[in-house]
């Protein structure tokens, strides 16, 4: 559920990082990859600290030249809460296990990214995409639960898959709907294998390697989980032509 501080709101109580100092001896933001790449730096919040995310929360607020939104990604709650306390007004979205600052993202340019997620397990990840995609500026559509296991689930969305310049498609177990999209849709399709599924599927390896041999063409595949990364790719492939 997305949960989101009004601006001014009161701050959760606890301390109070003060970058660049605290910054400095563990990280340097990279403030002009908007300028250099087009899109901004984004937070891996796993393997570090609330202490180490608080400090760049706080560094990201107050940094000059940063263009574009600021994603933290795969925070845990503890980091959410040092996110929120230095930036109260950020969103967050419990299940994606993602913040964004500021909360509204940018008018949406380019072309439709749609995200299908293959069951309800694959949500957090699906969702992780969704949102990188709509931070990034694309208009971003969801469609949940159309696994291979009822092929009528996909047709069903057929005409809103169609209208996308990506898909992003999130599936574990066997991992078979990437391929299966990609041969139903002229645009290119980011297949998300996840760690969801009984022990043969490995902790997401299978459907990784299904993914990577599926025989229908346009399938790029993103490592296990990496929702941000699909969505980044289909932001990209989604961008306005340049004139």
Known sequence: MAEQHAPGAAAPDGPRW?????????????????????????VFCEGKTPEQVGAIAASARGATGTAGPTLFTRASPAHAKAVL?????????????????????????????????????????????LLTATYLGRRAELVVDVGIAGLHRVLGHLELLRSARAVVVVA???????GLVAGLV??????????????????????LLTMLNACAPGVAVVNIDNGYGAGHLAAQIAAPHPS
Not at 94 to 107: N, Y
Not at 186 to 207: E, F, H, I, N, R
């Open 85 to 129: 306390l230095e930036l109260p007004d950020a969103l967050h979205d419990e299940e994606a296990r993602l913040l964004a600052w500021p909360p509204a993202p940018p008018a949406p340019t380019g072309g439709l990214v749609v995200v299908a997620a293959a069951g309800t397990s694959d949500l957090p990840v699906a969702r992780e995409a």
């Open 172 to 178: 574990g177990m066997d991992g078979v709907l990437p």
């Open 186 to 207: 002229a645009a290119p399709v980011v297949g998300v294998p996840t760690s969801v599924g009984y022990g043969a599927a490995l902790q997401g390896l299978a459907p």
């Open 18 to 42: 003060s970058p660049p100092e605290a910054l400095r001896a563990f990280a340097e933001l990279d403030t002009d990859r908007h300028a250099r790449r087009g899109y901004p730096e984004a």
